[in-house]
């Protein structure tokens, strides 16, 4: 597939990519941009294998099952609290 020229606006984020450009690791701002979508799928593969992992392990969990209702409540009640 040709390259296909695309226009960015990296915002708050435009020194923190041209520190890395000034670097001399990175040739172009494109390379800085792969560079940084690459790491995403990284991220995002590695979060994928987290998730699936605690799905299958989810039957074997010991402790007991709770409705969604109180879930949800445990999660706002531990987010309210900074954890």
């Known amino acids: ?22 670097s001399s ?10 560079a940084g979508l690459r790491a995403l799928d990284r991220e995002e593969a590695a979060l994928d294998e987290l998730v699936r992992s605690r799905v299958a ?7 007991p099952m709770i409705d969604a209702a109180e879930g949800f409540a445990q999660v706002r009640a531990a987010v309210a609290r900074g954890d």
Not at 25 to 34: D, I, Q
């Open 57 to 63: 392990d989810a039957p074997a969990d010991p402790r």
């Open 1 to 22: 597939m040709p390259a296909k020229a695309v226009t960015v606006t990296l915002g708050d984020m435009t020194t923190h990519a041209e520190r890395h450009l000034a």
């Open 25 to 34: 690791r990175f040739a172009s701002m494109s390379e800085v941009v792969r």
